[in-house]
Structure formats: C-alpha cells, structure tokens
C-alpha cells in the first residue's frame, strides 16, 4: 500500500478552509501586500462602517439585546462577524474553517421566528476545531495530519449552545497535540498575535485568542488542561476562564488519550468581556446537563455575594521563575488599587508550597503511556514532530510509561498535594479567622512569548494540577519606560534564567499584560464575583 505524504494530506485541511474564506461576501478590500507588526487598526481600512459599529460597540450582553429588539438581525450580524474574523485570519492566520454559508443560514432561520429562540438569540460564537462542529458532515482533525477528513459531529456543549439561539460561524486552529502554551500545527501553520506578529497569542486555544483579541469574535469556546484558555487570553488581552472539573460539559470533543482521568481538560469561555463569561456559565448550566452527562457535578450556577471586603492572597513569584518586569508592575498596580478599596491584601508565599514538584506531577500525569498514542498518530501520518512537542513529552524527565501500579502511586501523589495545598489555604485564617478569598498571581512569566519559547507552564498548570477554577482579565501593556529590565537580578535556576534572558522591553513593546484570579475547588461562581470586585477597584464598571 502506498503512503501518502502527509504533506499531501494536510494540503487537503488548508484547502478546505481557503475555500471557506473563499465565500466571503463581497470580497476582503484595501488588503495590504505586508502586514503591520501591529494589526489592530487593519480592520478600519477594510471593514464598513456599520460593521466597524457592530464589531467593535457592544459586548455580547448589549448586542444580545439588540438582536432581541430586533434593532439587529442575526444576517446583519453574523455577516459583520464573518468577514471581521475573515480579516483576523488576514492578520494572524488563526481560522482552519470560516462557516459562511451555514451561518448564514443559521441567521436567516433564526430572523424568520416570531420570537428569539433562547438566550443566546442570533450570538456569533466562534469554537475550537477540535472539538467539532454542528455541521452536517462535520470533520475534526485536532492538528493530527492523521486525522484530517475524519468526521466528527458536535459535542454536548455546542448543543446546548445551539439550543439556546447561537450561529457558528468560525473555527479555529490549535497546536499539534494541543499540548502547547502557543499554536503552531504542520497543518495550518503558525497563529500569531495581533499585537505583535513576532509574539505567540499563547496555546493551545491560540486561533481563539488571536481571533477574539481583533474582535473578530465576542465569545469563543476555548480548553484548558494547562493554561489552553488562560494562557492565550493573557497574551491577546480578553477575559478567559476554566471553571473546576465537571462543572462545563467536555464530553464529545476529537482528543487523543480519551478515557484518561490523571489530569483532565474542561471547556470554557473566552470573551471580550468579564460579563460574558458569567453570560455563558448561566446558560449551560440552566440546562442541568448532568441530566445527560452524569459525570457532571450536580449544581445550578448561583452567583456569589460577598458580604465584606475580600482578603487577597498575591503570588508575586511561583519560587521558580521569576515574572517579567511589566507583570509585576501589573500585580503592584492591581494590588495598590484594591488595598485602596478597603481590601486585604497579603502575600502568598510559594515557597513551602514546591511548585517545582507540582510541575513535576502534573508533567507526567499528561502523558501516562509516556507519550505513546500521540506520538504513534504523528509517526502513522509521517508528519514531523515540532519542537514543543518533543518539550512536552521527550524533555520532561517525570514523563514515563507507567504501569497500572505507577499510575496509582502517581495519582496518590497528585492528591496528597492538593490535600497540603488545601491544608495551606485554611492556615491563612488561623490569625483573624478569616482566609485568603483569592489568589491574584501571574498567568504566565510575562506578555505574550516569542515563538518556540514557551516552555515554563508553571503559571497557568499548577491550577489544572490542583483543579482550581481561574480567570484571566487584561490589565495593561508593555511600557519600555515603565518596565525597563533588572540588569541586576540573579536567576535562581535553568528555567529562571531562561525566562530572564528572554526578556527586553522593546521586544514586548504594547503586548498585553494580564493577570490571573485562582479560587478554590468549586467556588467557580466566587472567582467570578472576585473578578468583578477587583476590576470595579481598578475603576472599571
């Protein structure tokens, strides 16, 4: 039997989606020969006015109650959204497959009813491939060159979507193996950020945060197993959050290792806005769906109240990798403005808690067959493995092939440190009976990564290791002024020097800085309601 070059294969996908940005209409105007390092202002030189106003004037809410009050229709809608994601892939290469004519369709449908259908009436959401589609003869490929054209057909989450009035209208690219913190695949290529085409928009739900972050989207469906959504919202400047296990459903979606419960990835919203998370958290869990998924936890979104200011714990460094300059900036600004809120601010110190030991855990509870069914898939097409994979897998020391018996011990592991971690976060109330709401700490090292260089997860993992719910909010950008290196820092160790030599302010010029909220196993809805605190400080509404 004859093999087919798996540059073969692959050119099959790319020609797939550009014959779906083939279908935009009219054609893309006023397109450059060479883009911008910056793309931001791209979209005025090509988008209408009324698609500009659409775009760029409300957050989902408001444009949810234009659609409703039919101010909007869902066409007028979904074809401004269309063709501005159209235009981040111009900039950013971030869509394997623009949906025109069935979201189109799906608008049209959906302007013929006499009432709006649910609460997310005539909403463009944008989606992760991997995961699937609603589309009748659906593929997913999950960035395996030997999965391209393998159908795939919607995940529970997409249904309930659907169900409540969505158009899908965009999907978007991820890394091989979806186990990179940026988004580079033999397939779609690399994804950049549209702040800066030199830097990563961070991984693996990089096409989502490169799309949202040009406003090409307003709410997209991103994964996070270790950093996939928090990481590319904090290197594209939105709002991301991965709630705890079992609370979003995650079943259905195209994944390698499926059945496997070391470590588990959840779905979650990626948004322009802090609302929209919420938004989105209300609607699928109104819907019960641990009615059809029973290994869902049973428990209806109830939005948090605090009855006194918030007492917040601030991670200024992991104990192994000291953050750049403009991240703890950010973290002095954010803290300073809600002590001057009246909040209790304090700090939380890494150190007995060994965050290099908790990487080292979670490291191996990704790949307990030690890598073996990913890297078959990428050996059965003939495709190279790139190098961030073989950083995930091959240069991990704590990856191996475990037996049954290997995988226990480890599991054990991984729960007696939660139990310590746990154990740390009641101590902070032994002095004033009060403990630490939150955790405000870095959501990575610094802005957005240089490509091939994001290889410390440690900001963003820990979280999936302890299953603690996140959310990642923009905070501000890169100063070279402001955020001039510390010529006089001495690394601690490989990694911290490392990440210390990557750093200079030009490279990282107007990046997006981004901070991060961690709460404890299943006070999802008390992230939330800290997020919204701790912004209305900074002086946001």
Known sequence: MTIQPWEVKASIARTKRDDSLGRVDPPLQGLPDSL?????????????????????????????AKLRGRELSAEEVTRAFLRRAAVAHFATNCLTELLWDEAIARARYLDSLPEPLGPLHGLPISTKEHHGSKSPNGTANASYVAWIDKPQGSPMLYDILWDAGCVFYARTTQPQTIMHLETSSNIYGRTVNPYNRDLTPGGSSGGEGALIGMRGSLLGIGGDIGGSIRCPAAHTGIYGFKATLKRVPSGGQRAHMVGKEAIMSTLGPMATDRDTLELFMKVILSTKPWRLDPSLTAKDWTPYKFTRPLKIAVQWWDGVVMPHPPMIRALKEVSEACKAAGME??????????????????????????????????????????????????EQPSVKKLDQHGLWKLCAERDAYRAA???????????DGREVDVILCPPSF????????????????HWNLLDYPGVVFPVTTVDPEKDKKDLDYEPKNAEDQFVYDMYSPERYKDAPVSLQIIGRRHYDEKVIAALTEIERAMGRK
């Open 36 to 64: 911008p390092l910056n793309s931001q202002e791209l979209p005025n030189a090509i988008l209408t006015p009324k698609e500009l106003e659409i775009t760029e004037k409300y957050t989902a809410t408001e444009l949810l």
């Open 345 to 394: 601010v304090v700090d939380w110190d890494c150190g007995p808690l060994d965050h290099r030991k908790g990487w080292e855990i979670t490291a191996a509870l990704y790949w307990p067959d030690g890598g073996e069914e990913v890297l078959g898939l990428i050996e059965e097409a003939g495709e190279p493995i790139l190098p961030l994979t073989k950083f995930i897998i091959h």
């Open 421 to 431: 971690y746990a154990k740390y976060w009641t101590s902070t109330g032994k002095a």
């Open 446 to 461: 610094g802005a957005a990564t240089p490509h091939e260089q994001s290889r410390y997860w440690g900001y963003t993992s």
